[in-house]
């Protein structure tokens, strides 16, 4: 069982920066058995891909869309994985979710994650 909280999310400006942490709560494995994700639900639309690192952090994937302006990184001493948002824009408002699957990683399909965060809210205004 997997508990996974993020925080971080913010109202800004477009072209500021913020950063999310998504801490995790693990009873059995440890957080290096997972592989984590970021993805983001825009209002109205369908949830899609952000950014996925794989059990150490010696890989990552990016959506085009955020491809650098997006960093993911992870600090497994300390069960957390980040995202640091920089060059922020409107269309980036969304709910981010931080997502954990089990195994080395990454991995980008949304079926293949097996917890879910509850999600934070970034609103970029113009």
């Known amino acids: 069982q997997v508990e996974l909280a993020e925080s971080g999310g913010g109202v800004v400006q477009a072209g500021d920066s913020l950063r999310l942490s998504c801490e995790a709560s693990?009873?059995?494995?440890?957080?290096?058995?997972?592989?984590m994700d970021w993805f983001r639900q825009a209002p109205g639309k369908a949830r899609e891909f952000v950014a996925a690192?794989?059990?150490?952090?010696?890989?990552?994937e990016y959506a085009d869309s955020v491809k650098g302006r997006f960093t993911i990184s992870r600090d497994n001493g300390m069960n957390t994985v980040y995202l640091q948002m920089n060059s922020l824009e409107p269309e980036d408002t969304a709910v981010y979710y931080c997502?954990?699957?089990?195994?080395?990683?990454?991995?980008?399909?949304?079926?293949?994650?097996?917890?879910w965060g509850r999600g934070t809210l970034v609103t970029v205004s113009p």
């Open positions: 690192i794989s059990y150490n952090g010696g890989n990552v």
């Open positions: 693990l009873r059995a494995r440890t957080f290096s058995s997972y592989a």
């Open positions: 997502a954990a699957a089990l195994g080395t990683g990454p991995v980008r399909y949304e079926n293949s994650m097996d917890y």
